[in-house]
């Protein structure tokens, strides 16, 4: 007796012309010996793939776009360097979809050697196709791209093709020979195998689990047709998958049409859910038998078409990623699934629809590496710059990072850190018709005072249309958010040259205004004479105590405490993180003042320390920053009706802020400055009126950077990663400036009335240059 499947015969999963095929009967086993011929020919190199992927071609099988293909080949995949069993009826190999890619060693199995003499094909052995059905399964893998018909979803793949088919019966594959093509690609080292058939017969399941068991033994990835009868679950088959020990590397395919809907034909997950995926198996657009003739396609339906896009799927994952396991491919491919049906798996759409976009992405931690190979967290390396920052991260380039499955991918560190542009003057959130701001002062003797701020501001409204505006006050309480704040100050004299004033829910530059007559201007723009160190919420609590030392010289001391709240209503500043990091700001400051009649001189020594922050920036871990800070005014009153006045800050920050320290020892130290200049012209139409004219610059960074070694290529054969330095300027290369004109009509008996021209620029920033005029009137009666 010969050593070959007689009888046994397993059933094409594919349409036939009265409807599914039946199955065939019988079982047995054996192997035939094969040696592989030494140093086969290569496939002739492809051609390199084209970037653009959204091709007439690509859109001319719907199928690509079904799942996500085009995601997969934006991130390089393309199937080159893997090779793909398939296992059927042949192949049309003069189709020009194939060239190029067919192996040189694939051959007809229908030969004395495999099936015995009797079941050899009449003729000798040929790889040819005649029933039309491995040469569409073929395509739908890796049909060539080449602005032709269609191309496969591994277009660079290479097609290992064995022919099992039974020339009198070409509904029925030779037992032996599926067990000799899995044989064979074991020792040719193929990366997938493709099984567009499938049986129902006793034996079966115990066949293929001695099939798979081999594929997985040497690391290849298995997919195999669920089955064309509308069962509840797969052939038997396909459910001998789940008798292989250990983690699964085959997948049951089952079809679903184009609105992503269980195929009435295909068999449902059933038993196998958990290893059970779906792809698109309805009138598919398959390449078919054609000669030379390139483009032609066909209608090709059944389990037979969905089992090949995951084949190519599972090309497009070792071809990106080769040192990828058999089992990790599986896995990578049901973890990534579209989830349809009932949540999670299902008995009728198991672990969901194929998603090789999703795929290709990064599934779990994503880490990379500093170089002295301690693994980071790349969800860590995020944060919100400043406005005080230039913006020389944007251009950082791409740095290496690995997901859970060890795969590495491209991430762009500069978008990992995001920076809050400089605002202009807004009008709205300055004088809001819908925030109201009720002050009252009551002195309590002759030297305490106290000082009351209720803010009443309803933020729903500000950001309605007039509609709705009009809505609202009809009582669409939904889109109101009311919040009160009541801020109290005490101003007091401890004796005749020491005062005290405390301060809370004012922030520091307010306090700021009100206490130092050198702070007191008509300006509106950001940081004119003010010390940009102080807190900038409005939730400080300030204390300053001024002492009058002589005549001509006195000395404050100020300390105020508030947090660096820039987003009082979001609860993630980055989305890479999930908690806003806590960020307070304290600052210790002395001034000392020289007054004369004709010029005031002042200078500031301020340090300021930040948790979790520096300079305003946030980062995803908790970081603190320590600013030792000068400033130098000056008035002065050159003639009765003039004045100049001019203030500069400079400071020095010092930080080990993570975001840096990841990828470099060094300290982080900035220079910042914050500069402001005017002239004033009293009387100028008459005896009541003013005019200022004034310059400033917000504080930003003068000076400073920070030097990397970044991971940025990965070379797959060594597993090694490659560090390039990199040096990023922190300072801004372009000066923000604030340009104003205030004109002031004073009337003791009738009020006042403002006019003020405001022109900003905005640096490195890429905005456009704003000018705001606003004109404001106070009147008494």
Not at 8 to 27: D, K, N, P
Not at 42 to 65: G, H, K, M
Not at 331 to 352: C, E, N, V
Not at 657 to 679: E, G, H, Y
Request: aromatic share 8%.
């Amino acid at each position: 007796m010969p050593l070959f499947y007689k009888n046994y015969s397993v059933t094409l999963l594919a349409f036939a012309a009265m409807g599914l095929v039946g199955c065939g009967g019988g079982g047995g086993g054996g192997q035939t010996p094969f040696t592989p011929t030494p140093a086969p020919a290569p496939t002739p190199a492809p051609t390199p793939a084209p970037t653009n992927f959204d091709t007439a071609e690509y859109n001319r099988q719907p199928s690509l776009a079904q799942i996500s293909a085009l995601e997969a080949y934006e991130a390089g995949a393309t199937g080159r360097n893997v090779v793909v069993t398939v296992i059927d009826s042949g192949i049309d190999v003069d189709n020009p979809e194939f060239e190029g890619r067919i192996h040189a060693q694939s051959a007809d199995l229908v030969i004395s050697s495999v099936v015995g003499g009797a079941d050899a094909r009449d003729g000798g052995p040929e790889l040819q196709d005649s029933d039309d059905h491995g040469t569409p399964v073929a395509g739908i893998i890796a049909a060539n791209k080449n602005d032709s018909g269609v191309h496969g979803v591994a277009p660079y793949a290479t097609l290992l093709i064995y022919r099992a088919d039974d020339d009198g019966d070409e509904d029925i594959l030779y037992g032996n020979a599926i067990q000799e093509g899995v044989n064979r690609s074991v020792s040719l080292g193929a990366d997938v195998i493709n099984m567009s058939f499938g049986s129902d017969e006793a034996g079966a399941r115990s066949d293929f689990r001695q099939y798979l068991t081999s594929a997985k033994n040497a690391d290849i990835v298995t997919v195999l047709a669920a089955g064309n009868d509308g069962d509840a679950t797969p052939d038997l088959s396909a459910l001998g998958a789940l008798d292989v020990p250990g983690a699964p590397a085959a997948i049951v395919a089952g079809a679903v049409g184009r609105f992503n809907t269980i195929s009435t034909f295909s068999n449902r997950a059933g038993d196998a859910a958990e290893i059970y995926l779906v792809a698109p198996g309805e009138s598919i657009r398959g390449v078919t038998i054609s000669g030379s003739t390139p483009g032609q396609t066909r209608s090709f339906s059944g389990t037979s078409a969905a089992t090949p896009h995951i084949s190519g799927a599972a090309a497009l994952l070792r071809s990106l990623w080769p040192d990828l396991t058999a089992t990790e491919v599986v896995d990578i491919l049901l973890t990534s699934a579209t989830d349809l049906g009932a949540p999670g798996t299902d008995p009728i759409y198991g672990r969901g629809l194929l998603n090789i976009g999703a795929a290709t992405q990064p599934i779990g931690g994503v880490t990379t590496s500093s170089v002295e190979g301690d693994s980071i967290d790349a969800n860590t390396l995020g944060g919100d710059l400043s406005d005080a920052y230039g913006t020389g991260f944007a251009g950082l380039s791409e740095i290496v990072v690995f997901d859970a499955y060890n795969r590495d991918f491209q991430k762009s560190l500069g978008t990992t850190i995001s920076q809050t542009p400089p605002t202009g003057f807004n009008i709205e959130s300055s004088f809001s018709p819908f925030n109201d701001h009720q002050f009252a002062s009551k002195r309590l003797n002759g030297r305490v005072a106290m000082h009351f701020q209720m803010t009443t501001r309803d933020e729903s409204n500000q950001s309605l249309s007039n509609t709705q505006i009009s809505l609202a006050h009809k009582g669409n309480a939904q889109k109101r958010l009311i919040h009160q704040k009541l801020s109290v100050a005490t101003q007091a004299g401890i004796s005749e040259n020491i005062s005290l004033f405390v301060a809370q829910g004012f922030s520091g530059h307010a306090v700021d205004r009100m206490t130092l007559s050198t702070r007191q201007t008509p300006f509106l723009s950001r940081d004119t004479f003010t010390d940009s160190f102080l807190p900038k919420s409005d939730n400080a609590v300030t204390a300053q105590m001024r002492f009058k030392l002589s005549r001509n010289f006195s000395l404050d001391l100020t300390t105020s405490t508030g947090d660096n709240d820039r987003y009082p209503d979001t609860k993630s500043l980055f989305s890479t993180l999930d908690n806003t990091p806590a960020v307070t700001v304290s600052v210790a400051r002395a001034g000392l003042s020289f007054d004369r009649q004709n010029a005031t001189l002042r200078i500031e020594q301020g340090l300021r320390h930040e948790q979790g922050a520096v300079l305003g920036a946030e980062f995803a871990d908790s970081n603190q920053a320590t600013t030792v800070y000068s400033a130098f005014e000056g008035i002065w009153r050159p003639a009765r009706l003039w004045q100049l006045q001019g203030r500069l800050s400079v400071g020095l920050t010092q930080s080990d802020a993570s975001l840096f320290r990841q990828f470099s020892d060094d300290r982080l130290s900035l220079v910042t400055t914050q500069a402001s200049f005017a002239i004033k012209r009293q009387k100028l139409f008459g005896d009541h009126d003013s005019l200022w004219l004034g310059v400033s610059q917000p504080m930003q960074i003068e000076r400073g950077g920070i030097e990397m070694l970044l991971p940025t290529d990965f070379d797959q054969s060594t597993r090694s990663l490659s560090f390039t330095p990199t040096e990023v300027s922190l300072a801004a290369a372009k000066r923000r400036l604030d340009i104003e004109a205030s004109y002031r009509l004073l009337s003791a008996k009738y009020g006042a009335i403002d006019l003020n021209v405001i022109h900003q620029t905005f640096g490195d920033f890429d905005m456009s240059s704003q000018t705001t005029v606003l004109v404001r009137s106070k009147f008494s009666f």
